[in-house]
């Protein structure tokens, strides 16, 4: 699923394993032996140095998707480096291509798998230009498009965000959920 309105794209995905609707389908794939529980607030995510500014718009989104789902009586989600660590790269991926997609989504699955058992998985993608605050603006498109609100408020319980900035200013942002318990 794709979509483009006013400067801003944006895609959503999930894998179910315990029922989890599907925006978009992928084969389902075994949860991994290990587990790691979801740690409560946003931690350093990769063991490179990241631009401060896109730090701050992962811990925006971070915090306006728990608000949100707070706001709808769900339990927030815990942030997870390894995931996010996934996100990041994923979203470098994007802006180096120039191309939004969810391109790769079962293999960072499974190597989030090899630190987190899950049973469910799902992802949004967004790529915005020109916006002073891209995400509210990344954000704002999910929750108003049916399959990316679905993500949002699904049955998950572990999320890493990510974000990247193309050379002409392309923010690229991914967000992976996990459902781990």
Request: hydrophobic letters at 30%.
């Given at each position: 699923m794709q979509h483009n309105w006013f400067g801003w794209k944006m895609g959503a995905i999930a894998l179910s394993l315990m029922g989890v609707s599907t925006p978009l389908s992928c084969g389902a794939m075994p949860p991994a032996p290990s587990s790691s529980a979801a740690s409560p607030a946003l931690t350093a995510q990769a063991e490179s140095p990241v631009d401060p500014a896109i730090t701050a718009i992962e811990q925006?989104?971070?915090?306006q998707i728990n608000a949100h789902r707070q706001a709808q009586g769900l339990d927030p989600l815990g942030h997870q480096s390894v995931?996010?660590?996934q996100?990041?790269?994923h979203s470098e991926a994007m802006a180096q291509n120039r191309r939004l997609s969810h391109d790769g989504f079962q293999s960072r699955v499974g190597a989030i798998a090899q630190t987190l058992t899950y049973r469910g998985a799902?992802?949004?993608v967004a790529s915005n230009q020109g916006y002073t605050d891209p995400a509210t603006q990344a954000v704002q498109g999910w929750l108003n498009s049916p399959g990316?609100?679905?993500?949002?408020?699904g049955n998950f319980d572990a999320t890493?965000?990510?974000v990247a900035q193309a050379a002409d200013g392309t923010y690229y942002l991914t967000q992976i959920f996990i459902l781990s318990r």
């Open positions: 925006a989104v971070f915090e995931i996010a660590t996100s990041r790269q799902g992802e949004n990316h609100r679905q993500n949002i408020e890493g965000i990510g």
